[in-house]
T-cell receptor
Framework: KNEVEQSPQNLTAQEGEFITINCSYS?????LHWLQQHPGGGIVSLFM?????KKHGRLIATINIQEKHSSLHITASHPRDSAVYIC????????????WGAGTKLIIKP | DAGVIQSPRHEVTEMGQEVTLRCKLI?????LFWYRQTMMRGLELLIY????????DSGMPEDRFSAKMPNASFSTLKIQPSEPRDSAVYFC??????????FGPGTRLLVL
């Protein structure tokens, strides 16, 4: 069993739909990261969180430490949101090591 | 700030040749990460520097790979000799200590 699991692996939705991507982990963490990788290959850090919720524009990330679960939500999705979304966790006993999820490939159709 | 800068963006070389990848950190950042991304293995941490010092190089595949930070803002990753299995996208990322990592655009390496 992977230490960081994302679901779904692939998601196709229509423009305007509310999107949820999930991340579950089985290790003790210091923080959880959500990143976005566009078809062109660039990787952008979206959020780094260790508790509660963060919001940036149409993106919302939540984390439940007790349940070891995080969600990334996209409201009013748009074709430009099409990308791979990656969850990564920073280990509690390491200040730099990240364990990466396999990513969720999101396609938003116009 | 221009963000993390990597060069070259694309590199095609023949097996056995030396390859040097370059990375310029964001000003003020003191942590530097080199990653390799392949379809089969996803993102793998190759080496981590903090304040110019290599802290963890356990991800460096073998002696053919070496990385340096000659100064606080610049790093190189060298592969000598290169092999076809080294073909991948190589990313560097920088951060302020252990904060959010900012990724460069990556170098797509193809070894024939």
């Amino acid at each position: 069993k992977n230490e960081v699991e994302q679901s779904p692996q692939n998601l196709t939705a229509q423009e305007g739909e509310f999107i949820t991507i999930n991340c579950s982990y089985s290790v003790g963490i210091s923080a959880l990261h959500w990143l976005q990788q566009h078809p062109g290959g660039g990787i952008v850090s979206l959020f780094m969180l260790s508790s509660g919720k963060k919001k940036h524009g149409r993106l919302i990330a939540t984390i439940n430490i007790q349940e070891k679960h995080s969600s990334l939500h996209i409201t009013a999705s748009h074709p430009r949101d099409s990308a791979v979304y990656i969850c990564a966790v920073g280990l509690a006993d390491s200040n730099y090591q990240l364990i990466w999820g396999a990513g969720t490939k999101l396609i938003i159709k116009p | 700030d221009a963000g993390v800068i990597q060069s070259p963006r694309h590199e095609v070389t023949e097996m056995g040749q030396e390859v040097t990848l370059r990375c310029k950190l964001i000003s003020g950042h003191n942590s530097l990460f080199w990653y390799r991304q392949t379809m089969m293995r996803g993102l793998e941490l190759l080496i981590y520097f903090n304040n110019n010092v290599p802290i963890d190089d356990s991800g460096m595949p073998e002696d053919r790979f070496s990385a340096k930070m000659p100064n606080a803002s610049f790093s190189t990753l060298k592969i000598q000799p290169s092999e076809p299995r080294d073909s991948a996208v190589y990313f560097c990322a920088s951060s302020e200590n252990w904060g959010t990592q900012y990724f460069g655009p990556g170098t797509r390496l193809l070894v024939l």
